[in-house]
Antibody
Framework: EVQLVESGGGLVQPGSSLKLSCVASGFTFTNYHMHWIRQAPKKGLEWIGMIYYDGGHTYYTDSVKGRFTISRDNSKNILYLEMNSLRSDDTAMYYC?????????WGQGTSVTVSS | DIVMTQSPTSMSISVGDRVTMNCKASQNVGSNVDWYQQKTGQSPKLLIYKASNRFTGVPDRFTGSRSGTDFTFTITNMQAEDLAGYYCMQSNSYPFTFGSGTKLEIK
């Protein structure tokens, strides 16, 4: 079964760091670019960024540039989102998604709450 | 960045209704617009890709179309299980951007 499973979310204080993981299974991970998307409580979807299949290129939305880093370990089939200098407006459900010219597979999400 | 202006924000509908929602791109995105459905407590699911193509297994009551920078998503014969939020997204250029969403509610 093709599956993406996120983990690593939790409650953190403003200014702190957190690293999310997305474990892929059921498909050849190295063939696909991957995306991170988030959704603040009762809000819409926001694209965060993406990474090429080989990790060679990354793109980010402006609000996270310089604070968030997307990486991947193709030997372990894991996608990462490292988040630094977290702010209250980073509070959201974070999803990873596979890119096959569309986001055709999504994970169930992991929740991040930034609060003192 | 490309802005996807989605309307309406919400709709009160009845089972059997025809539902139409729109996204307007702030600049040319070609046909690189997809539509996603998100039910409460679930992750989004792809319904329509490249403006007008139904994804695998999506019922034919869901359709999409494009006219220039205007994109329309339609549900004909609305079913109870279609109650959800719907989002357009442009994938023509980075950063990808979503519309603000349309929430369907029962009248």
């Amino acid at each position: 079964e093709v599956q993406l499973v996120e983990s690593g979310g939790g409650l953190v204080q403003p200014g702190s760091s957190l690293k999310l993981s997305c474990v892929a299974s059921g498909f050849t991970f190295t063939n696909y670019h991957m995306h991170w998307i988030r959704q603040a409580p009762k809000k819409g979807l926001e694209w965060i960024g993406m990474i090429y299949y080989d990790g060679g290129h990354t793109y980010y939305t402006d609000s996270v540039k310089g604070r968030f880093t997307i990486s991947r370990d193709n030997s372990k089939n894991i996608l990462y989102l490292e988040m630094n200098s977290l702010r209250s407006d980073d509070t959201a459900m974070y999803y990873c998604a596979r890119w096959a010219s569309v986001m055709d597979v999504w994970g169930q999400g992991t929740s991040v709450t930034v609060s003192s | 960045d490309i802005v996807m202006t989605q309307s309406p924000t919400s709709m009160s509908i009845s089972v059997g209704d025809r539902v139409t929602m729109n996204c307007k791109a702030s600049q040319n995105v070609g046909s690189n617009v997809d539509w996603y459905q998100q039910k409460t407590g679930q992750s989004p699911k792809l319904l329509i890709y490249k403006a007008s193509n139904r994804f695998t297994g999506v019922p034919d009551r869901f359709t999409g179309s494009r006219s220039g920078t205007d994109f329309t998503f339609t549900i004909t014969n609305m079913q109870a299980e279609d109650l959800a939020g719907y989002y357009c997204m442009q994938s023509n250029s980075y950063p990808f951007t979503f519309g603000s969403g349309t929430k369907l509610e029962i009248k």
